[in-house]
Structures are given as C-alpha cells and as structure tokens.
C-alpha cells in the first residue's frame, strides 16, 4: 500500500496538480463568462458559461509501474440576442470527452516516464458519427534535481480537426518554501500557491489550451468550432471537510474565440500561438476578452506524509 501511494503522488502531475500529497479523484466544476460584446457587427453581448466533471483511477501493474487512467468531461456553451444567418452556430454548444490512458514507469528515485494514449468525442453531439472522433498523445520524461525541484519535458500531440496540434511541455514542482511553490504543465496550466494554513490555499491560476469541435447541426453539418482562451485568475482553495475541497477562481480571458469554420478549411501544422499554412476564412464574428468566474467542488485522497515524495 506504502509503494503505491508513492507512485500515485509522482504520477498525479499530469492530471491535476503536479507535486502534491494529496489525489483528486473526482472534480466537479462550473464557469461563468461573464457578457462581452462582439468585435463588430452586432450590438448585443455574448453570454458564456460551461462544465466540467473529471475522474481519475490509476492502477499498479507492478512494484514501477502504474497504468494511468482519466476521463473528463466539458461542456462550453456561448449564447445571444442576436439574430444570425442559419449557417453559423447560434447559440454554440460544444461536448469533449477525453479519456487519457496510459504507462507510468518509474527507472530509479528520481528519474520516471510518462506515455499516453488520449481519444477524444469532441462534438456538438448532433448526428455524430466517425468525423467527431480525434486522437492523440503524451509523452513526458520527468527527473528529480534536488528535494524541491522536479521537472520533466516531453511533448503533447493532437490530431484537431483544424490540423496536426503540437504542444512543448514543461512538467514542473518547485517548492520555493514551506508556503510557497509553483506547480503545473507548461504551458497549458500552472498554480503559484501560497499555502495560508493546513486548510486553505490561494494563489494564481493560468490555464491555456486549443481545443476543436465537429458540428453536426444540419444547418452547417461538418464544420468545425476552434476554442482558444487563456484564462488568468486568483484562487483559494478551502478543504470543507475530510476529503472534500471547494476551488474558486476568479480572473479574465485573453485571446478567447470560438472561431467557425468550414470542414476544409485546415492548417499545415500547429503550436501554441503559432500557425503554419493558415490561410483560413473565419464564418463567424468573435467576441471580445472578459471576466471569467470558476467554482469547483472535488473529492480528494490524502497520500500518508511518510511516502511523500513531493511537497504540498
């Protein structure tokens, strides 16, 4: 039992939070964006809001082994009083299912591997059938400098529905000292955490991730909706009893769009802020950047402080 909570904690940066004692087992979440008037166009606001429900369950295959299982589930939805042309997604409504599976092998005390396998639904759940299907995967090497320090680099790739996806990665957990450390998967998330007392925590929030939908609405059937946002946002996080936490952010986005486009309109290769090829003609109109508030509920398993291998 000693040893497996040992390899939960270290496997657990790349599905929640990196570098903690602790596992979140189920987290329950909702956002609210809050109205944002369009770039041009139409004089009404944009209204967002979204979910998200998120289980993880890994599994001990051997003494340095374990194999690694998520699925989530989002749910993002923008709305309006704005009457627009039948061929453009009014209001939107996107579904993602990502399971994310894999190997965890640990080689000595400090050094470790990560590979994933990650299928995804991601879709308006509207005559689906084999197009709202995408696959990708994770590869991540990870090694322990010193006590407070660990990092891994490794890569994320996702065939989207706009073109190859690539994203560099930087898996890191530093403990700066007993209160504060910095956490996360760079670039698509990182906490900077200031540990108040045994129950609460605050800090900052980044999160930043390109996601794509197949539509399969008749009216536009086999377009697809490219989302992007960087969400930037305090945090407190408050343990209610035992094993259950409450998170709430608050911050605002930069760079959000939920881009329409027809199904061949692609790219030839993609990384975070960069695009190769994109000759692209958006259909729909964006709107702008706003406040954005997040309200989390999670479930959470203590790891026993004598098989700590990293700091929370």
């Given at each position: 039992?000693?040893?497996f909570?040992?390899?939960?904690?270290?496997?657990?940066?790349?599905?929640?939070?990196?570098?903690?004692?602790?596992?979140?087992l189920?987290?329950i979440?909702?956002?609210?964006?809050f109205?944002?008037?369009?770039?041009?166009?139409?004089?009404?606001?944009?209204?967002?809001?979204?979910?998200?429900?998120?289980?993880?369950?890994?599994?001990?295959?051997s003494?340095?082994?374990?194999?690694?299982?998520?699925?989530n589930y989002f749910?993002?939805?923008v709305?309006?009083?704005?009457?627009?042309p039948?061929?453009?997604?009014?209001?939107?409504n996107?579904?993602g299912?990502?399971?994310?599976?894999?190997?965890?092998?640990?080689?000595?005390?400090d050094?470790?591997?990560?590979?994933?396998?990650?299928?995804?639904?991601?879709?308006d759940?509207?005559?689906?059938?084999?197009?709202h299907?995408?696959?990708?995967?994770?590869?991540?090497?990870?090694?322990?400098?010193?006590?407070?320090l660990?990092?891994?680099?490794?890569?994320?790739?996702?065939?989207?529905?706009?073109?190859?996806?690539?994203?560099?990665?930087?898996n890191?957990?530093?403990?700066?000292n007993?209160?504060?450390?910095?956490?996360?998967l760079?670039?698509?998330?990182?906490?900077?955490?200031?540990e108040?007392?045994?129950?609460?925590?605050?800090?900052?929030?980044?999160?930043?991730?390109?996601?794509?939908?197949r539509?399969?609405?008749?009216?536009?059937?086999?377009?697809?909706?490219?989302r992007?946002?960087?969400d930037?946002?305090?945090?407190?996080?408050?343990?209610?009893?035992?094993?259950?936490?409450?998170?709430?952010?608050?911050g605002?986005?930069?760079?959000?769009?939920?881009?329409?486009?027809?199904?061949d309109?692609?790219?030839?290769?993609?990384?975070?802020?960069i695009?190769?090829g994109?000759?692209r003609v958006?259909?729909?109109?964006?709107?702008?950047?706003?406040?954005i508030a997040?309200?989390?509920?999670?479930?959470?398993?203590?790891i026993?402080v004598?098989?700590?291998?990293?700091?929370?």
């Open positions: 039992m000693k040893s909570a040992l390899f939960i904690v270290t496997l657990c940066c790349s599905a929640s939070l990196a570098g903690q004692e602790t596992l979140d189920v987290t979440s909702g956002r609210y964006g109205p944002s008037s369009y770039d041009s166009i139409y004089d009404g606001k944009a209204r967002e809001y979204g979910a998200m429900i998120g289980l993880v369950a890994p599994l001990q295959i003494e340095k082994s374990i194999w690694y299982n998520s699925l749910y993002s939805h709305s309006d009083d704005e009457k627009m039948t061929n453009i997604a009014n209001p939107i996107l579904h299912i990502i399971l994310r599976t894999g190997l965890y092998k640990k080689f000595s005390k050094r470790g591997l990560q590979i994933f396998f990650s299928p995804r639904i991601m879709s759940f509207q005559n689906i059938d084999g197009t299907f995408q696959y990708g995967g994770m590869i991540l090497y990870e090694n322990r400098y010193n006590d407070k660990k990092m891994g680099f490794g890569a994320m790739y996702n065939q989207e529905f706009f073109g190859p996806y690539m994203v560099p990665l930087i890191l957990d530093w403990k700066l007993e209160r504060w450390s910095i956490a996360g760079l670039p698509i998330y990182v906490k900077i955490k200031y108040i007392n045994e129950r609460l925590d605050v800090g900052f929030s980044h999160f930043g991730l390109t996601t794509s939908y539509m399969g609405n008749i009216d536009y059937q086999g377009d697809y909706i490219e992007k946002s960087i930037e946002a305090l945090f407190a996080r408050y343990q209610l009893d035992n094993n259950i936490f409450i998170e709430g952010r608050i605002r986005t930069f760079g959000r769009s939920y881009a329409q486009y027809e199904t309109q692609k790219v030839d290769f993609s990384l975070p802020l695009s190769f994109d000759n958006q259909k729909n109109v964006s709107f702008h950047d706003g406040w997040n309200l989390r509920l999670i479930y959470n398993i203590p026993p004598t098989e700590k291998v990293t700091n929370k």
